[in-house]
């Protein structure tokens, strides 16, 4: 079993629908939660993190983390065709290590 | 503000043949440097990652190695490329909690 598990997709959506994103994870002490955003044949851009439980938004974006579930999410509102990309999200372990555990990233498609 | 440089771009080279990507880091100092892989589907495979010059650790065996000259400074390396080494290499830096990426190079080994 992979410590983190996210659906590949392609997700395919009309401008301005709502879009959620999870990924679940296996190891109960990851304790920061990152979304990257990543372009075609771009590096990975960090979109926002949370730490432990919880939710944070930013603009359109709502990171949620459900710890006891081993389940995250990210949700976008009022989807554009500006928002087509692959997500892929992250997580570490609280302490000395700051290694990042990636999953493999949904790619996401909006269409006008 | 920081900035991650790193070159070339893109490169295609034969199999057999030496390889050297760069990444450079401006604006920080004694970053934490990584090194990953990209393949396609496969989702991103730390490779290296360095807490300090000369200091590098390696995270799966294979025939790269990498080096910190300096600082800010951070090399992949292999003397024989492989078919299995093409793809997408990209370079990141850590403060805090998150790591931040290079725009890459995509590799191909032909």
């Known amino acids: 079993q992979k410590e983190v598990e996210q659906d590949p997709g392609p997700l395919s959506v009309p401008e301005g629908a709502i879009v959620s994103l999870n990924c679940t994870y296996s190891?109960?002490?990851?304790?920061?939660f990152m979304w990257y955003r990543q372009y075609s044949r771009k590096g990975p851009e960090l979109l926002m993190y949370?730490?432990?439980?919880g939710n944070k938004e930013d603009g359109r974006f709502t990171a949620q983390v459900d710890k006891s579930s081993k389940y995250i999410s990210l949700f976008i509102r009022d989807s554009q065709p500006s928002d087509s990309a692959t997500y892929l999200c992250?997580?570490?372990?609280?302490?000395?290590?700051?290694?990042?555990?990636f999953g493999t990233g949904t790619r996401l498609q909006v269409f006008p | 503000s920081q900035t991650i440089h790193q070159w070339p771009a893109t490169l295609v080279q034969p199999v057999g043949s030496p390889l050297s990507l760069e990444c450079t880091v401006e604006?920080?100092?004694?970053?934490?440097l990584y090194w990953y892989r990209q393949a396609a589907g496969r989702g991103l495979q730390l490779l290296f990652y360095?807490?300090?010059?000369?200091?590098i650790s390696s995270e799966v065996p294979q025939n790269l190695s990498a080096s910190r000259p300096q600082d800010r400074q951070f090399i992949l390396s292999s003397k024989k490329l492989l078919l299995s080494d093409s793809g997408f290499y990209l370079c990141?830096?850590?403060?805090?909690?998150?790591?931040?990426f290079g725009p890459g190079t995509r590799l191909t080994v032909t």
């Open positions: 949370t730490y432990s439980s």
């Open positions: 990141a830096w850590s403060e805090g909690v998150g790591q931040y």
């Open positions: 992250a997580m570490r372990e609280r302490g000395n290590t700051d290694k990042l555990i």
């Open positions: 360095s807490v300090g010059i000369g200091q």
């Open positions: 604006g920080t100092s004694n970053p934490n």
């Open positions: 190891n109960s002490a990851f304790q920061y």
